[in-house]
């Protein structure tokens, strides 16, 4: 099997404008009076590759700790799309039915219109995935992100595709469990050429 980490680093990752810089802290060094290394950290959950729960844009929606784990590891399908708004019909014509799982490769310039999302969501997927900073364009008013998570599709954002291929893998992307956290980081991994013990390709 090949292990592809599709995640950024937290700590150079691009910053969604205005949301707050990552900073690491090291508040114990290895010396004559330590025997280890100590750090901190402080960072917008939004920061580098993470997971949106349906709490980021409803009042009464469910934290990261509720998404639950057959969303964010399983079969899934890369799709290469060209910088557009995509759009419900072109998720229809383009994307594929054989998988829950689905993530947009765009060089991070494609973005989900309302129709889109809801065609997503006909269509049964689990989760969405992107290497845009977010689904939607800037400016937006957060009505596809709402779609989306009214269904309960999980919502992966800024994502490294760069070096990855159109076609299908297995994912694991668990973010952190943060209570009460409308989003939590996410180690990303793809893997090709699986083989698992299960025919239910879910």
Same mark, same amino acid.
């Given at each position: 099997?090949?292990?592809?980490?599709?995640?950024?680093?937290?700590?150079?990752?691009?910053?969604?404008?205005?949301?707050?810089?990552?900073?690491?802290?090291?508040?114990?060094?290895?010396?004559?009076?330590?025997?280890?290394?100590?750090?901190?950290?402080?960072?917008?959950?939004?920061?580098?590759?993470?997971?949106?729960?349906?709490?980021?844009?409803?009042?009464?929606?469910?934290?990261?700790?509720?998404?639950?784990? *057959?969303?964010?590891?399983?079969?899934?399908?890369?799709?290469?799309?060209? #910088? &557009?708004? $995509?759009? !419900?019909?072109?998720?229809?014509?383009?994307?594929?039915?054989?998988?829950?799982?689905?993530?947009?490769?765009?060089?991070?310039?494609?973005?989900?219109?309302?129709?889109?999302?809801?065609?997503?969501?006909?269509?049964?997927?689990?989760?969405?995935?992107?290497?845009?900073?977010?689904?939607?364009?800037?400016?937006?008013?957060?009505?596809?992100?709402?779609?989306?998570?009214?269904?309960?599709?999980?919502?992966?954002?800024?994502?490294?595709? *760069?070096?990855?291929?159109?076609?299908?893998?297995?994912?694991?992307?668990? #973010? &952190?469990? $943060?209570? !009460?956290?409308?989003?939590?980081?996410?180690?990303?991994?793809?893997?090709?050429?699986?083989?698992?013990?299960?025919?239910?390709?879910?």
């Amino acid at each position: 099997m090949k292990f592809i980490d599709i995640s950024r680093d937290v700590m150079t990752a691009e910053v969604f404008k205005g949301d707050p810089a990552p900073k690491l802290e090291r508040v114990q060094k290895i010396d004559e009076n330590s025997e280890y290394n100590l750090s901190k950290i402080s960072m917008c959950l939004h920061n580098g590759t993470h997971m949106d729960a349906p709490l980021h844009f409803l009042p009464d929606g469910n934290d990261i700790c509720t998404v639950p784990p *057959d969303a964010f590891f399983g079969p899934c399908v890369v799709v290469e799309v060209p #910088p &557009i708004l $995509i759009t !419900g019909s072109y998720v229809e014509e383009y994307f594929p039915r054989n998988t829950k799982r689905v993530l947009i490769k765009s060089g991070g310039k494609a973005f989900l219109h309302e129709s889109a999302a809801s065609e997503l969501s006909y269509m049964g997927y689990y989760l969405v995935g992107t290497d845009a900073l977010t689904v939607e364009p800037e400016g937006s008013d957060g009505r596809s992100h709402r779609m989306l998570m009214l269904d309960n599709i999980a919502v992966l954002e800024n994502l490294d595709l *760069d070096s990855v291929s159109p076609g299908d893998y297995f994912l694991s992307a668990a #973010p &952190i469990k $943060i209570s !009460g956290a409308e989003a939590a980081p996410v180690r990303a991994i793809l893997i090709s050429d699986y083989i698992f013990w299960s025919g239910d390709n879910q």
